[in-house]
Nanobody, 127 residues
Framework: QVQLVESGGGLVQAGGSLRLSCAAS????????KTWFRQAPGKEREFVAA????????KYTNSVKGRFTISRDNAKNTVSLQMNSLKPEDTAVYYC????????????????????WGKGTLVTISS
């Protein structure tokens, strides 16, 4: 059974940092694009970051550029999201997802192209 399990969420003050991790089991996703999405209360799920299967290409939504870094370890079948300089507007449930689509695809295409999703981890940033 394929599973993606996120971890690392929590409550931090604005300006702080968190590192999210997503571990996959059931099969290898070394040849899949890996992504992070987030969904704030009352809002649609939005794209945050993507990384190609080689790790050589990354894409970020504008609001997190320069603050978040996505990385992957194919040997461990994991993807991580280092989040620095956190803001209250970063508060959301964060989901990892994987799919066989270019990491540079448009955000909507990325969301529609994800084949497996985790159940999410809650990140809360206090002001």
């Amino acid at each position: 059974q394929v599973q993606l399990v996120e971890s690392g969420g929590g409550l931090v003050q604005a300006g702080g940092s968190l590192r999210l991790s997503c571990a996959a089991s059931g099969r290898s996703f070394s040849d899949y694009t890996k992504t992070w999405f987030r969904q704030a209360p009352g809002k649609e799920r939005e794209f945050v970051a993507a990384i190609s299967w080689t790790g050589g290409t990354t894409k970020y939504t504008n609001s997190v550029k320069g603050r978040f870094t996505i990385s992957r370890d194919n040997a461990k079948n994991t993807v991580s999201l280092q989040m620095n300089s956190l803001k209250p507007e970063d508060t959301a449930v964060y989901y990892c997802a994987v799919g066989r689509i270019s990491a540079l695809a448009p955000d909507t295409s990325l969301r529609n192209g994800m084949e497996y999703w985790g159940k999410g981890t809650l990140v809360t940033i206090s002001s």
